[in-house]
């Protein structure tokens, strides 16, 4: 079973729009990382957030924020006012205290059209 | 600060071939951990380093191997290259292990084409 799963495989949007990448998850640890990655065409990993599985409070950066649900095992994040430097691949991934591996989903596709 | 450096970036090799992939990591990171990137299969967990020592092995054949060195640089060795081997190898450092949730880091990777 996937540890992490990004159903979205592409997204496009038009500039300016408001675009939400789902991620879903699953662990039986109590204690997890939840984190995005953002990976442009130049094919380099770019860290975008990291969130604990004990702090559920929403998080805002500039136009991106993250929404963590334990309830529904999600972690979404989304992008206001889209813009064509947003278009990347967006991996979702997990890590578990007990564990010493690192889990992406498959990855969103996101097409920003100007 | 210098961000995860890997070497080479690009290598062509014939099957059965071996090869080794080198990374320094950002100065202070003591872990280390590789990933293979392929379109069929997305982002996959190779192994991680801490301290010299190998923590834990993703699902991958004893042909992949890796080791660090105690100024935390890593290398990746893959032997007896088969076509499927053709990926993108990305290394990634953190300050901490990947147990403890630290951010990881990631280099621009070596695309590895075997022929």
């Known amino acids: 079973a996937q540890k992490v799963t990004q159903a979205q495989t592409e997204i496009s949007v038009v500039e300016k729009e408001d675009v939400t990448l789902d991620c879903v998850y699953e662990t039986r640890d109590t204690t997890y990382y939840l984190f995005w990655y953002k990976q442009p065409p130049s094919g380099e990993l770019v860290f975008l957030i990291r969130r604990n599985s004990f702090d559920e409070q929403n998080e805002i950066s500039g136009r991106y924020s993250w929404n963590f649900q334990k309830s529904t095992s999600s972690f979404n994040f989304t992008i206001t006012a889209s813009q064509v430097v947003d278009s990347a691949v967006y991996f979702c991934?997990?890590?578990?205290?007990?564990?010493?591996?690192?889990?992406f989903g498959t990855g969103t596709s996101l097409t920003v059209i100007p | 600060k210098a961000g995860v450096t890997q070497t080479p970036r690009y290598l062509i090799k014939t099957r059965g071939q071996q090869v080794t992939l080198s990374c320094s990591p950002i100065s202070g990171h003591r872990s280390v951990s590789w990933y293979q990137q392929t379109p069929g299969q997305g982002l996959q967990f190779l192994f991680e380093y801490f301290s010299e020592t190998q923590r834990n092995k993703g699902n991958f054949p004893g042909r992949f191997s890796g080791r660090q060195f105690s100024n935390s640089r890593s290398e990746m060795n893959v032997s007896t290259l088969e076509l499927g081997d053709s990926a993108l190898y990305l290394c990634a450092s953190s300050h901490g292990a990947l147990r403890e949730g630290s951010p990881l880091h990631f280099g621009n990777g070596t695309r590895l084409t075997v022929t």
């Open positions: 991934a997990l890590s578990e205290a007990t564990g010493n591996q690192f889990y």
